[in-house]
């Protein structure tokens, strides 16, 4: 029986589903974020019929919603959204809550990623996870005793913000969006997607194997920023760029450990274990409202 529902909200798609008291994952559907909303009315419209469409919905304990942005967890809304600007300051877990009667929480959804990946992913069993999602953007968060670290301003382990390399954050330097821009404007030609960066570095490109051998680099600093403020039992990494991992994996962690401090050298990395963690960690952030 479905005891928590969860909701991972995405610039392109919504996945909604439903977790049991075991924390399997009993339903899922996914839709079009966008079609047929134009107002942020429109778009709670949208997330409250998806919720009453999951199988036993009344008897659900709570709901969570992973969305793409910043949560302000003292009055629960989304302050920046930067891919759905619908969401930003959007009533979102006030209007949903009473008209579900159940309580609504939200997490920006990369940490309900990390969440998941912690409990039940390539971080379960570890006290400390660090997990990050490369993906169309870059984010992550870092998970102790099964809990999100969110800092005193909710913007601790916020890693999209991280500075890397003369004052560029490491979405600007890691994330798939930008692989693929930086390509593109090198060749003067559009650029589909990061996957094509790493298959022309192989094939020789000098502009992608350039780009490819920075990304390697600047993954292997973030590794140590990582390590050093967190020190965690292992970093996980997750998200679409990850298909591609054996072009560049192996090669950030052996730089990582090249550089690292000696007592931070043998820190475990793991490639994350579910395919789409956000659901999954909107369901646990149910489970924890719920408690």
């Known amino acids: 029986m479905i005891q928590y529902i969860g909701l991972d909200v995405g610039g392109t798609s919504i996945r909604a589903g439903g977790m049991d008291e075991t924390g399997q994952v009993r339903f899922e559907t996914k839709v079009p974020t966008c079609q047929g909303v134009a107002t942020g009315a429109d778009l709670i419209a949208k997330l409250e019929a998806l919720i009453r469409a999951v199988p036993g919905w009344a008897e659900a304990r709570a709901v969570g919603i992973g969305v793409p942005g910043a ?19 959007l009533p979102l877990a006030q209007t949903l809550s009473p008209a579900l009667g159940k309580p609504v929480l939200l997490e920006n959804d990369a940490r309900a990623a990390a969440l ?3 409990v039940s992913g390539a971080g379960a069993g570890k006290e400390t996870v660090c997990y990050m999602t490369i993906s169309t953007g870059l984010g992550g968060a870092m998970v102790k005793n099964g809990q999100i670290y969110h800092g005193s ?44 960066v790493f298959a022309l570095a192989a094939s020789g490109d000098p502009a992608a194997t350039a ?29 679409g760029v990850m298909q591609a991992a054996d072009h560049f994996w192996d090669q950030a962690i ?10 931070l050298r043998d820190t475990a990395f793991a490639r994350a274990a579910h395919r789409e963690p956000g659901l999954l960690g909107a369901c646990l952030l149910a489970r924890e409202g719920a408690d």
């Open 211 to 239: 780009l490819v051998e920075g990304f390697r680099a600047h993954l292997a600093v973030l590794f140590l920023n990582l390590a050093v403020t967190f020190n965690p039992d292992v970093i996980v990494a997750g998200g």
């Open 71 to 89: 949560v302000d967890r003292r009055t629960n809304t989304v302050t920046v959204a930067d891919n759905l600007t619908l969401l930003n300051g």
């Open 116 to 118: 998941a990946e912690a």
């Open 153 to 196: 301003t909710n913007m601790g382990s916020y890693l999209c913000r991280m500075i890397l390399d003369g004052g560029q954050n490491c979405e600007a330097l890691l994330s798939g969006t930008s692989l693929r821009r930086r390509l593109a404007a090198e060749l003067g030609r559009p650029v589909d997607d990061a996957g094509e």
């Open 254 to 263: 052996a730089r990582f450990r090249a550089l690292a401090h000696p007592q």
